[in-house]
Nanobody, 127 residues
Framework: QVQLVESGGGSVQAGGSLRLSCAAS?????????MGWFRQAPGKEREGVAA????????YYADSVRGRFTISQDKAKDTVYLQMNSLKPEDTALYYC???????????????????WGQGAQVTVSS
């Protein structure tokens, strides 16, 4: 059974940084997979933030975070990270990680469906 555990959330002032981690068990990133970060703010729909194709290393970002957030992976640890810099109050949300096999050719990791989700990590950015 696949389990995803997020960590690293917290509260920070605008302009600060946080790094989220997502550790997968029951799943190997050595398989051709997409692993992504999504977020949902109160009253808003869930949106894709960043994703990575685990074999090719291609990364995908939402326009709202491009240049500020960086997704990376450590396949030996089956872990994906999201480094978030220059945080803004509008980045406040519950952040979820997700993993699944690549479902499209070429991979579209930010927009494909995912069947394995973590429990979420809260990120709060104050102005």
């Amino acid at each position: 059974q696949v389990q995803l555990v997020e960590s690293g959330g917290g509260s920070v002032q605008a302009g600060g940084s946080l790094r989220l981690s997502c550790a997968a068990s029951g799943y190997t990133l050595y398989s051709s997979s997409c692993m992504g970060w999504f977020r949902q703010a109160p009253g808003k729909e869930r949106e894709g933030v960043a994703a990575i194709w685990t074999v090719g290393g291609d990364t995908y970002y939402a326009d709202s975070v491009r240049g500020r957030f960086t997704i990376s992976q450590d396949k030996a640890k089956d872990t994906v990270y999201l480094q978030m810099n220059s945080l803004k109050p509008e980045d406040t949300a519950l952040y979820y990680c997700a993993v699944d096999r690549v479902r499209t050719r070429p991979p579209r990791c930010l927009s494909q469906d995912y069947s394995n989700w973590g429990q979420g990590a809260q990120v709060t950015v104050s102005s």
